[in-house]
């Protein structure tokens, strides 16, 4: 599996519900695509109008294929998507891209 992670900390507090809305219908848009598997916000505890925000897919390859389509913008699937602003337009963004190498889960009791 590979994940994109990025935080988000927004302009103003005013911004929010649109940033949150905004994410919501961009990522409905993503997820039409081959080895999408989810997206996810989360508020930062103890820090007002900041986000984390991951990107799950089946391979970097896969949100590589997207990412190529949506900068192209030849697609209907990216036409859509370009009528997004850019994320940062919200604010400061730092992100990671990582593939996942391991994980730990809690046991099973049967």
Not at 40 to 63: K, M, T
Not at 74 to 99: L, M, Q, T, Y
Request: proline share 4%; hydrophobic share 35%; charged share 30%.
């Amino acid at each position: 599996m590979y994940r994109y992670i990025w935080k988000i900390k927004l302009k103003d507090s005013t911004s929010e519900q649109k940033f949150i809305q905004h994410w919501h219908d961009g990522s409905k848009i993503l997820q039409e695509y081959d080895g999408a598997l989810g997206t996810h916000i989360h508020r930062v505890r103890d820090e007002p109008g900041s986000f984390f925000l991951v990107a799950e897919w089946q391979s970097i390859e896969a949100r590589d294929a997207m990412n190529a389509d949506a900068e192209e913008g030849k697609s209907e699937r990216s036409v859509r998507w370009k009528k997004f602003p850019p994320n940062d337009s919200f604010g400061e963004i730092i992100s990671f891209a990582g593939e996942e190498i391991g994980a730990v889960f809690p046991e099973t009791k049967n």
